[in-house]
């Protein structure tokens, strides 16, 4: 059964603070790997990653993927308070049609 | 404007009724979802539509059911087979390349 997990599932910082988030996935065949942030109801897109080793960057949001280790993690620099949201991954799986999410992690900013 | 709606926002329910979630998209996508999203846990697959007239079970489909008859539509019935239907549901939709998924606001049903 194909299985997507983050941590931590939750994360409170000061603001300024770094973070990192991780998602771990077991999937039998591999497609892409997405990064979502849901502040209040819908979740945004943030990043897809497909290719290991390549960093995506957005702003003080970055992330990477270990196709090797099967994880990747979501870096956050300079944290501010507008960056307090649930973050979710997901992963697509070749022909599924369809993402597996993880649980979330809840995410913090404090003045 | 370009997007998906999901109506009601709240909704409420006595336990034993069935209820009807809307979800309509003007983005001509091929696909939709259901998922099921529930306090501290990430999103749960209730069902997909690659195309009209045509849907998969996702992974929690028990209790709940779809109907594509139209290709914005894709509504959702959460049937009093549903152990324990209060929770917040999210509609998305997508390209058939999938990895980009654009959300609804969302419902709550909370049932009573």
């Known amino acids: 059964e194909d299985k997507v997990v983050q941590s931590p599932l939750s994360l409170v910082v000061h603001e300024g603070d770094t973070v990192t988030l991780n998602c771990s996935y077991e999937?039998?065949?591999?497609?892409?790997l997405l990064w979502y942030k849901q502040e209040k109801k819908a979740p945004t897109f943030l990043f897809m990653l497909?290719?290991?080793?390549i960093e995506k960057k957005s702003g003080r949001l970055s992330s990477i993927l270990d196709k090797k280790e099967l994880f990747s993690i979501l870096n956050i620099t300079a944290t501010q308070t507008g960056d307090s949201a649930i973050y979710l991954c997901a992963v697509e799986e070749q022909g599924a049609q369809k993402l597996v999410f993880g649980q979330g992690t809840r995410l913090t900013i404090n003045p | 404007d370009g997007g998906i709606t999901q109506s009601p926002k709240y909704l409420f329910r006595k336990e034993g009724q069935n209820v009807t979630l809307s979800c309509e998209q003007n983005?001509?996508?091929?696909?939709m979802y259901w998922y099921r999203q529930d306090p501290g846990q990430g999103l749960r697959l209730i069902y997909y539509?690659?195309?009209?007239?045509?849907?998969q079970k996702g992974d929690i489909a028990e209790g709940y059911s779809v109907s594509r008859e139209k290709k914005e539509s894709f509504p959702l019935t959460v049937t009093s087979a549903q152990k324990n239907p209060t929770a917040f549901y999210l509609c998305?939709?997508?390209?058939?390349?999938?990895?980009?998924?654009?959300f609804g606001p969302g419902t709550r049903l909370t049932v009573t």
């Open positions: 999937v039998t065949n591999f497609r892409s």
């Open positions: 998305a939709s997508s390209t058939q390349d999938l990895y980009e998924q654009y």
């Open positions: 983005l001509n996508h091929d696909a």
């Open positions: 497909t290719s290991s080793g």
């Open positions: 539509s690659q195309i009209v007239n045509d849907f």
